[in-house]
DNA sequence: TTGCGTGCAAAGGTTTTGCATGGCA
DNA sequence: TGCCATGCAAAACCTTTGCACGCAA
């Protein structure tokens, strides 16, 4: 977990960036990455990919979801809109069949203030996922 | 991710959760408890330490916590204290100090419900851990 | 020119899986 | 007796690292 904070503005690091505006909105892995980018021409080493991926973490310009020990960790892009708005992102992770919603809601949004006015405790939506079961897979 | 419920009362199954229940109160990676249980004499096949562990997990016994993608996933008794007849009980995870917080709280109870009826997912909350920052580690 | 960035391949570490054997109920 | 559980070894998987070369400033 070193701190390769980038210092030269690369081709690479471009391509990376503008391929993950172009989902942004989507949540996408390393693999999604080296595979999207092979199919199109500009494919990029993949130590690289996962370098310039922490690097821009570091930035604050994407985000890092890990979801479940053994699914690969997740990026996206943080829009400056709904970075401004202060949208915030929930992860709830299906047990049966590993689909990964991410919901937008304000009434989950509120949560995080209870925890912290009522049970001083900072929740960290990054960080959290919620395990259960969707639509499909509860019976 | 398969859903492996142990049906049999083995020896194995219960010398890994007397194990667990030794050190209730800490967290311990399915390393360790390779590692102890071999260095004890009543040593375990690492196979089946995750797939019991998974069970037990499953059986709401124990808890996983993932901290980071590339630490190993941690393991922790829950104590039947809190445990209390049919209530629901949330875990808080630090990942400053890696306090854990229990929490019995009808508001935060209130997200199953939400989620079940405005998103149709339902929330297990035994195997879902708030990750974030206690009183102590935030600044 | 100076170092960081890149790419390839290989290593690393955790977790899962295949398969034959053993054990609970 | 019928399954499930176990154990070993090997595989799978994501991610990091070593090293030589290339490129930004």
Do not use: W
């Not at 689909?99 to 929740?123: G, K, M, N, P, Q």
């Amino acid at each position: 977990m070193a701190n390769p904070r980038s210092k030269y503005n690369t081709k690479q690091r471009e391509v990376l960036l503008e391929y993950l505006k172009s989902v942004s909105g989507r949540h996408v892995t390393a693999g999604d990455v080296c595979a999207y980018l092979k199919e199109h021409g500009t494919a990029i080493g993949q130590a690289t990919v996962y370098r310039r991926l922490e690097s821009l973490v570091d930035e604050g310009i994407v985000n890092k979801y890990i979801i479940d020990a053994n699914s690969p960790a997740c990026f996206e892009y943080i829009d400056s809109d709904s970075h401004a708005e202060g949208e915030i992102c929930f992860h709830c992770k299906c047990v049966g069949c590993g689909r990964l919603l991410h919901l937008h809601c304000d009434e989950l949004a509120a949560i995080i203030d209870h925890l912290y006015d009522e049970h001083s405790f900072r929740l960290d939506p990054k960080r959290t996922v919620f395990y259960g079961s969707c639509e499909n897979c509860m019976n």
